[in-house]
Structure formats: structure tokens, C-alpha cells
């Protein structure tokens, strides 16, 4: 898909006060500083569209991005650790959950796993709590370019392997890199495909 506009539509903090549920979403989460926000802006070819820091948890709303007026982009705050209270944390987790069981028109979900670092228990139980909701999804190995080819194959098989241990059959995964732009083709190859037979 060639990108003719990629624009920030907004930021929410409920669910319930989110607008556009006309048009094809496909949100992004992961754990804090997993290269959410670069890998967005890789995405939609934009540098600057999604906020990069390295604060861990800056994202703390639901932010939403309009590519070629045809698709959204839904920018989902980080789970797990984040300088925040634990309030603020549980109010997260909730509003994340809301929005993944409720979102009329989300036809993707992209989960993050940062490829330097083992599978963690809160990464696969949110991955096993997606699938047990029947959430579409796509794991995405992130910062494949801080490693040796070998290191990120062996690394994605630790991830693939842990998986199995309550999974017949490992979601479909992609390698990628916002540094080099590994995974630019199949994550919109997933897309396209997702809009085609939805």
C-alpha cells in the first residue's frame, strides 16, 4: 500500500469516548520501552506520527492514527512495568481490555516482544488471555537490528517454544526492526489481507 497521508486523529482516555468506528483497525501493544512508537511511525512511514521517549510508559491513552483516510492505526498504552501507580496500572489494564473486547472495528491486534529479552510470564499471559478471547493477532519481534542474525533466530524460536506449552499452533510472527525496516512488508502484508477478507 503506497502511504498518501498518515495523521494523528486524537487521544482518548475511555473507550466509550472514542469516535471513527467506520474504518478498519489495527492496534499495537507490548511491555514499556518496547519500541512501540518507532516501529508505528515505520509503519506509516512517518517519523514523528507516534511519540517516541525513553520514558517507559509514556503512552498512557488510546491514540489514534488515520492512514490514506482507509485504516487506523490505534497506538495502545504499554502493559506491565511503567513509573505509575498501581492504580493508574490497573486502570490500564482495564481500559486496554475494554478496548480489545469491544472495539467494533478492530480487525488486528500487533503484539511487541522486544527479541533481546526471554519471553517474560506477563507477555504470554496476555497473549494466552488474547486467545482466549479470540482476538485476531500477530506477535512482533521488535529491535531485531541490536542482534546478530543468529541471536534473532535463535531468540524468536525461545519465544515460539514457550508459546507451545499452551498453544497448538504459534500466532503468526513477524521478525522486525524500525532501524532497518525489517518487517515493513509483512506487517502490511497482514493488513491488506485482514482488510481484503474482512
Not at 482495564?94 to 500487533?110: D, G, V
Not at 499452533?169 to 497482514?190: L, R, Y
Request: charged letters at 25%; glycine letters at 6%; proline letters at 6%.
Amino acid at each position: 500500500m503506497k502511504i498518501k497521508t498518515a495523521e494523528y486523529v486524537g487521544s482518548w482516555e475511555r473507550n466509550v469516548d472514542m469516535p471513527h468506528r467506520d474504518k478498519p483497525e489495527f492496534a499495537f501493544i507490548g511491555r514499556s520501552n518496547v519500541g512501540k512508537s518507532s516501529l508505528i511511525n515505520m509503519v506509516a512511514e512517518r517519523n514523528g506520527l507516534a511519540k517516541t521517549s525513553s520514558t517507559p510508559g509514556k503512552t498512557q491513552t488510546l491514540n489514534l492514527f488515520n492512514i490514506n483516510n482507509e485504516l487506523q492505526i490505534c497506538d495502545l498504552p504499554g502493559y506491565g512495568y511503567a513509573k505509575v501507580s498501581k492504580d493508574k496500572r490497573e486502570g490500564f489494564g482495564k481500559m486496554i481490555a475494554y478496548y480489545l473486547r469491544e472495539r467494533p472495528n478492530l480487525y488486528c491486534l500487533f503484539i511487541l516482544l522486544d527479541l533481546r529479552i526471554p519471553p517474560q510470564k506477563i507477555d504470554l499471559d496476555f497473549i494466552n488471555d488474547c486467545g482466549d478471547n479470540a482476538i485476531p493477532m500477530v506477535i512482533v519481534g521488535t529491535k531485531a537490528d541490536k542482534l546478530k542474525p543468529v541471536e534473532v533466530e535463535a531468540n524468536a524460536q525461545i519465544i515460539k517454544d514457550a508459546l507451545l506449552e499452551t498453544w497448538e499452533e504459534v500466532p503468526p510472527f513477524i521478525i522486525s526492526s524500525s532501524e532497518t525496516k525489517q518487517g515493513h512488508k509483512e506487517i502490511w502484508d497482514v493488513i491488506k489481507n485482514a482488510m481484503k477478507n474482512g
